[in-house]
């Protein structure tokens, strides 16, 4: 079965009354990654009727992290493409497979990395401007690892056993919303404040190679 990650990037709202279309479409397989710019590809009839095939195909398994609420903002900012007016079919929540497993919430895609993946995922580019063409490598990188990165959670979650028939739904109302043991320093929940990268950290420049006192920053080269 051919399985598809799915995500999208908007700028942030401002003020009560603000609303910023959804800017991209993230689509990902286990070996490409699609960056899709909505507000030129949504005038285009072949990309709305190959976007409605995909996702009402329920031979094709769409994975992603709360989805629902992308697909509800996308139905408002393209209220012309109907692929966007649909429910997904074959569609499965991550967070929902894991706190069936886990019985408990992990936190959002950061928490689903350093617990199943052991890596931390860096979020700095998630409130940026995505409406600015073109976009910044750094964006392009984070768009295309929040998509990518849900394959490598899908698998893991896969190889433990999990039930991916879990839905959102059926999960008991007083399931504990975040892991109860973390780190008290950068709040990560794969390891505790003995073990953080953190304190180990140059105060100066955030690498951790070194500390503060010897930090090349510092370094005067004298010619």
């Not at 990902?28 to 030129?40: G, H, K, P, R, V």
């Not at 989805?67 to 996308?74: H, I, K, N």
């Not at 849900?150 to 028939?165: F, H, R, V």
């Not at 059926?170 to 043991?181: A, L, Q, S």
């Amino acid at each position: 079965m051919k399985i598809i990650s799915l995500d999208s990037e908007w700028k942030t709202d401002l003020g009560l009354n603000g609303f910023s279309p959804t800017s991209i479409l993230q689509l990902a397989t286990s070996n490409s990654i699609y960056l899709i710019d909505l507000e030129i590809c949504c005038n285009f009839k072949d990309f709305d009727n190959y976007l409605y095939e995909v996702f009402t195909d329920p031979d094709i398994l769409k994975i992603g992290i709360g989805f629902d609420g992308d697909l509800s903002r996308l139905k408002q900012s393209y209220p012309d493409c109907i692929s966007f007016q649909i429910e997904l079919s074959g569609y499965i929540d991550l967070i929902s497979v894991f706190a069936g497993h886990f019985k408990y919430y992990p936190g959002g895609l950061i928490g689903l990395c350093e617990i199943l993946l052991n890596e931390k995922l860096c979020k700095l580019d998630q409130m940026s401007n995505w409406n600015q063409r073109p976009l910044r490598k750094a964006q392009i990188h984070y768009a295309a690892c929040d998509s990518f990165v849900c394959l490598l959670i899908y698998q893991k979650l896969k190889d433990i056993g999990a039930n991916m028939e879990v839905r959102i739904e059926d999960m008991p109302k007083n399931t504990p919303k975040k892991v109860g043991d973390v780190c008290e320093e950068c709040n990560s929940k794969s390891h505790f404040k003995s073990d953080c990268p953190q304190l180990k950290r140059c105060n100066v420049c955030g690498r951790s190679e070194h500390n503060a006192l010897n930090c090349p920053c510092f370094v005067v080269k004298v010619s």
